[in-house]
Nanobody, 130 residues
Framework: QVLVVESGGGSVQPGGSLRLSCLTSGFPFEYYSIAWFRQAPGKEREGVSCINWSGSNTKYADSVKGRFAISRDNAKSTVYLQMNSLKPEDAAVYYC???????????????????????WGKGTLVSVSE
């Protein structure tokens, strides 16, 4: 059974920081690229960041460059998103997406299966307000 579980969301003031975690199991994590997406109320889901299977390549949306940092711990099958200098426009539900969605967004997995399979978590809510 595949599990993708996000955590670390919460409510912060502008300028604050949060660290999101994505704990996974049930698939060969070390072969998969992982992406973070977000969706704000009334808006379409958008890509935020991704990391390839080896951790050697990362990508960021222009809106978060220099503020967010993605990393992975293969021993823990976990991906992190460090979010600094948060802005009200960063408020959204953040989703972790191993596999195909990450590959399409620009971070490739190691195998054809890892680029084809699509897994999603249920999301974690980030609120940024005074």
């Amino acid at each position: 059974q595949v599990l993708v579980v996000e955590s670390g969301g919460g409510s912060v003031q502008p300028g604050g920081s949060l660290r999101l975690s994505c704990l996974t199991s049930g698939f060969p994590f070390e072969y998969y690229s992982i992406a973070w997406f977000r969706q704000a109320p009334g808006k379409e889901r958008e890509g935020v960041s991704c990391i390839n299977w080896s951790g050697s390549n990362t990508k960021y949306a222009d809106s978060v460059k220099g503020r967010f940092a993605i990393s992975r711990d293969n021993a823990k099958s976990t991906v992190y998103l460090q979010m600094n200098s948060l802005k009200p426009e960063d408020a959204a539900v953040y989703y972790c997406a191993p596999g195909g969605a990450a590959a399409k967004w620009g971070c490739r997995g190691r195998t054809s299966d890892s680029n084809a399979m699509n897994y999603w978590g249920k999301g974690t809510l980030v609120s940024v307000s005074e």
